[in-house]
């Protein structure tokens, strides 16, 4: 199974931008769908954006805003977020599609004033 370390998460107020980026172990990573998840308090973990090459799809919520990417030679995946809303608060994680049973900490991303 994939290891996962993300990285990136912080505070910024809204209409903001933050990149995350998710470091990920395994020797065949590019064969991989790769995704963005995120998981806010009391709500379930949600599926935000995907990659596979070349193709990427979003939430609605997010569509616009989000862009995701991926490095194969980095075994990296990124998550630029743009025009942040409070809504947007929740731990994000990556993690392949579908996910395994092997999930990283996480980064926490907070928008607010």
């Known amino acids: 199974q994939g290891q996962f370390v993300e990285s990136g998460g912080g505070l910024v107020q809204p209409g903001g931008s933050l990149r995350l980026s998710c470091a990920a172990s395994g020797s065949i990573f590019s064969t991989y769908v790769m995704a963005w998840y995120r998981q806010a308090p009391g709500k379930q973990r949600e599926l935000v954006a995907r990659?596979?090459?070349?193709?990427?799809n979003y939430a609605d919520s997010v569509k616009g805003r989000f862009t995701i990417s991926r490095d194969n030679a980095k075994k990296t995946v990124y998550l630029q977020m743009n025009s942040l809303k409070p809504e947007d608060t929740a731990v994000y994680y990556c993690?392949?599609?579908?996910?395994?049973?092997?999930w990283g900490q996480g980064t926490q991303v907070t928008v607010s004033s």
């Open positions: 990659v596979s090459f070349p193709s990427t």
């Open positions: 993690n392949r599609v579908p996910p395994t049973g092997s």
